[in-house]
């Protein structure tokens, strides 16, 4: 079961910016890194942001992540139309053994 | 070029067993730890299990501890998950993903997944 809780929306308009939360406990955000990860629709989650605020080479600076204790957000700035995707937060959770993901987030570009 | 193939996926009935496949390529194999993470129609990504490079170490998610084992052939750059008993909730897309050598936990590379789906 997905053990950080995200809001299950967002939104904006073209250049807009959206932040999108990550809520954990202390076995998991709390003590390990975080990471986001994208999925378009129909096709496999590709990872976004690791370390808590690093981006993979090949993937636009309008994407930013920040950890604060058990919390974590991205952030898209100068929103485009093909952000429009599932974003999902991430972390390893030590009371649990394995790896949790968020509840997911759809984010939509009006 | 790192490509991993899921195979395996089909229609089985609930009880029964399903073993999938994910081959891979474009990386040494024997030197990364790998996950299956699965997600149901329309819903969230849920991790399944995860094996260390070696094999010599696993761990599951509850929901699948006693029913699912994970494994791999290094020889053939190739990982498993051999699933039984299986129920209504386990339909979904299986993927195998990567993981980064080390410190943090993530996935840098997911195949494109499977479709099991468990009815009568």
């Known amino acids: 079961q997905s053990v950080l809780a995200q809001p299950p929306s967002a939104s904006g308009t073209p250049g807009q910016r959206v932040t999108i939360s990550c809520s954990g406990t202390?076995?998991?955000?709390?003590?390990?890194?975080v990471s986001w990860y994208q999925q378009l629709p129909g096709t496999a989650p590709k990872v976004l942001i690791y370390?808590?605020?690093q981006r993979p080479s090949g993937v636009p600076d309008r994407f930013s992540g920040s950890k604060s204790g058990t919390s974590a957000s991205l952030a898209i700035s100068g929103l485009q139309s093909e952000d429009e995707a599932d974003y999902y937060c991430?972390?390893?959770?030590?009371?649990?053994?394995?790896?949790?993901f968020g509840t997911g987030t759809k984010v939509t570009v009006l | 070029e790192v490509q991993l193939v899921e195979s395996g996926g089909g229609l089985v009935q609930p009880g029964g067993s399903l073993r999938l496949s994910c081959a891979t390529s474009?990386?040494?194999?024997?030197?990364?730890?790998m996950s299956w993470v699965r997600q149901a129609p329309g819903k969230g990504l849920e991790w399944v299990s995860a094996?260390?490079?070696?094999?010599?170490?696993?761990n599951y998610a509850d929901s699948v501890k006693g029913r699912f084992t994970i494994s791999r052939d290094n020889s053939k750059n190739t990982l498993y998950l051999q699933m039984s008993s299986l129920r209504a909730e386990d339909t979904a897309v299986y993927y195998c993903?990567?993981?980064?050598?080390?410190?943090?936990?993530?996935?840098?590379?997911w195949g494109q997944g499977t479709l099991v789906t468990v009815s009568s």
């Open positions: 993903a990567k993981r980064i050598r080390g410190v943090p936990y993530y996935f840098d590379y």
């Open positions: 370390s808590n605020n």
């Open positions: 094996i260390s490079d070696s094999g010599g170490s696993t």
């Open positions: 991430a972390a390893w959770d030590d009371s649990l053994n394995g790896y949790v």
């Open positions: 202390s076995s998991n955000i709390g003590s390990n890194s």
């Open positions: 474009g990386f040494p194999f024997s030197s990364y730890a």
